[in-house]
């Protein structure tokens, strides 16, 4: 780009920097953010099973049930595109830290009532995370194999403590979750078959 | 002005530039006190999210968006078959401390001749993106999609 003359060089590298600012516009994006990332054909097969299943509805239907064993709440079901998204909160602390967390307040109150002083802030209420949990399944004919059906999965995360900050989000990538999940939609089916 | 005036060092053409691309800058970001009701939606825009397709029919088009989401990481919010519509969220931490809501809503319409649109708004938390590269990255990963589909590939 040639800069018309008379533009002295301090004006220019001034100039250049509010070009290169409005050409960026006010956000900016992520290169890769829309970009295919190169283990998603990998990531695609451990998200997917194929069930020898014939009935599309009888997927969805063990899939609800499972969801709500699960504990999750149903946020949007399409029959007829197979697609069903839930969600969940939970906390992110473990059974056995809020053992010692509720076993520190015990100790606190104890020492305050022996000591007359007021105790201090509770370590339960202060410590616990939550996890946001998103799932969305969608159950479709099967393309390879006819009369079954496949079923993906997709599940994001997002860790937010006490304060409402984000510690950590997005997709969940561990293969083993979605394999405990199919494991599991896999028995449910097996149940919705023997009581039919 | 018929000839240059030095003011502060610069010369008063060369700070001209500067007041005006400012002016510029400072427009492109301010808020304003009546909110953005039309959008800037032009027709360039709309042609940078729009592609059309004749290989796959609506339905099976609808699939292939639906699975190129997924292989992005997006959960799906809404679905309509009838109206062909899409809406869908990923929530994207970039370098572990930048976290984005990126959200989706994608269309997919018969025109004709056997062809289908596929027309695509993408936002990143609360500002929409208008960037073709990012809506160019979108549709090379549903063109694999399609492809997949075409070739009966789950």
């Known amino acids: ?3 018309p003359q008379g533009l002295a060089s301090p004006a220019r590298g001034i100039s250049v920097i509010l070009l290169i600012g409005l050409a960026s516009g006010c956000a900016s994006i992520p290169e890769e953010a ?5 283990s998603s054909l990998s990531a695609r097969e451990a998200q997917t099973r194929t069930f020898d299943v014939a009935d599309e509805s ?3 239907q063990a899939t609800v049930a499972l969801l709500q064993d699960m504990e999750y709440n149903l946020d949007t079901i399409e029959p007829p595109l197979g697609i069903l998204s839930a969600s969940k909160v939970v906390d992110a602390d473990s059974t056995r830290q809020k053992a010692g967390l509720i076993a520190a307040d015990v100790a606190a109150v104890i020492l305050s009532v022996l000591s007359g002083s007021s105790p201090g802030d509770s370590a339960y209420d202060t410590a616990d995370d939550e996890f946001r949990l998103k799932i969305t399944l969608v159950v479709l004919p099967s393309l390879a194999r006819e009369g079954e059906h496949t079923a993906r999965i997709t599940l994001q995360q997002t860790l937010i403590d006490k304060a409402a900050r984000v510690k950590k989000m997005g997709v969940i990538d561990d293969p083993v979750v979605y394999q405990e999940i199919f494991e599991k939609l896999s028995k449910a089916l097996f149940l919705e078959g023997a009581e039919q | 002005m018929s000839h240059c005036v030095r003011w502060w060092g610069f010369r008063w053409r060369g ?6 691309l400012l002016c510029a800058a400072l427009v492109g970001c301010a808020s304003t006190t009546t909110p953005d009701v039309m959008g ?3 027709l360039e825009t709309r042609q ?4 059309e397709y004749d290989t796959l029919d609506r339905r099976m088009t609808l699939r292939s968006v639906v699975a190129t989401l997924q292989d992005l990481g997006f959960t799906i919010d809404t679905a309509d078959l009838a109206l062909g519509t899409i809406t869908a969220r990923r929530l994207y931490q970039h370098k572990q401390y930048e976290n984005y809501l990126m959200r989706m809503t994608v269309t997919v319409r018969e025109r004709e ?4 649109a596929v027309r ?11 960037d073709p590269k990012t809506y160019q990255d979108f549709f090379v990963a549903l063109d694999k999609a399609m492809f997949l589909t075409l070739h009966k590939v789950d």
């Open chain 2, 40 to 42: 800037s939606g032009s």
């Open chain 1, 1 to 3: 780009m040639r800069f």
């Open chain 2, 15 to 20: 700070l001209r530039w500067c007041v005006v």
């Open chain 1, 34 to 38: 829309y970009r295919l990332p190169p």
């Open chain 1, 58 to 60: 009888e997927i969805l």
């Open chain 2, 48 to 51: 940078i999210q729009t592609r």
């Open chain 2, 120 to 130: 695509v708004n993408a936002r990143l938390d609360d500002q929409a993106i208008t």
């Open chain 2, 113 to 116: 001749g056997d062809r289908v």
